[in-house]
């Protein structure tokens, strides 16, 4: 069985510092696929990033970059320069399977809320 | 390009009721999916196709229905409405199932009263 694991429920910034949101992952997969997606306050799922279990290399996009290391199953956020826009619920999640078994269906974190203060 | 489409918005049903939620996407997308996602919790998967014709049950089936008669078109009906029923529902497609993103739509956020 596959489990996404986010270990904060809330965090909460002030503008402009920078905030880390942890993910840690289990499958029994050798081909698998993480994502984070954004849920702001108007409620729609907002993709972020794709990362794929043969790609460890560390990704930045803006003030947006991800950490993957498969050697601890985690799949870190990093936010620089936090704006009150980045206010959200961020999932984490992974779609697993050799062959595209998975269909694509995906295992959802509980989410982090984060909040930020201007 | 509206995407992924679900109505209703909003819908309160009282216990024992039925309603069908409606999603639409234009994408072209074979694969589509239901999720639920509770109060301070992720999302769940409900039901998911892989094509017009054929779908299936995920991880909380129990008190839902789907068909898939066109690629378009995914509603999810539920049968007999329970206050467990209370969730916001999202609709998803993705083009490939497997290492493309999934799409969601704006939601549908229902009560059982």
């Known amino acids: 069985a596959q489990k996404v694991t986010q270990a904060q429920t809330e965090i909460s910034v002030v503008e402009k510092e920078d905030v880390t949101l942890d993910c840690v992952y289990e499958?029994?997969?050798?081909?698998?696929?993480l994502f984070w997606y954004k849920q702001p306050p108007s409620g729609e799922l907002v993709f972020l990033i794709r990362?794929?279990?043969?790609?460890?290399q560390n990704e930045i996009s803006g003030r947006y970059s991800w950490n993957f290391q498969k050697s601890t199953s985690s799949f870190n956020f990093t936010i620089t320069a936090s704006q009150v826009v980045d206010s959200a619920v961020y999932f984490c999640?992974?779609?697993?399977?050799?062959?595209?078994?998975?269909?694509?269906?995906?295992?959802f974190g509980q989410g982090t809320i984060l909040t930020v203060h201007p | 390009n509206a995407g992924v489409t679900q109505t209703p918005k909003f819908r309160i049903l009282k216990i024992g009721q039925s309603m069908t939620l409606q999603c639409t996407q234009d994408?072209?997308?074979?694969?589509m999916y239901w999720y639920r996602q509770d109060p301070g919790m992720g999302l769940k998967l409900i039901y998911y196709?892989?094509?017009?014709?054929?779908?299936d049950k995920g991880e909380v089936p129990n008190g839902y229905n789907v068909s898939r008669s066109t690629t378009e078109d995914f509603p999810l009906r539920l049968e007999l409405a329970a206050p467990s029923q209370t969730s916001v529902y999202f609709c998803?497609?993705?083009?490939?199932?497997?290492?493309?993103?999934?799409?969601f739509g704006q939601g549908t956020r229902l009560t059982v009263v």
């Open positions: 998803a497609s993705s083009y490939s199932g497997f290492y493309t993103e999934a799409f």
């Open positions: 499958t029994r997969d050798t081909t698998y696929y």
């Open positions: 990362r794929n279990s043969f790609d460890e």
């Open positions: 999640a992974l779609s697993g399977g050799a062959g595209g078994t998975s269909y694509g269906k995906l295992t």
């Open positions: 994408m072209n997308h074979n694969y």
């Open positions: 196709s892989v094509g017009a014709g054929i779908t």
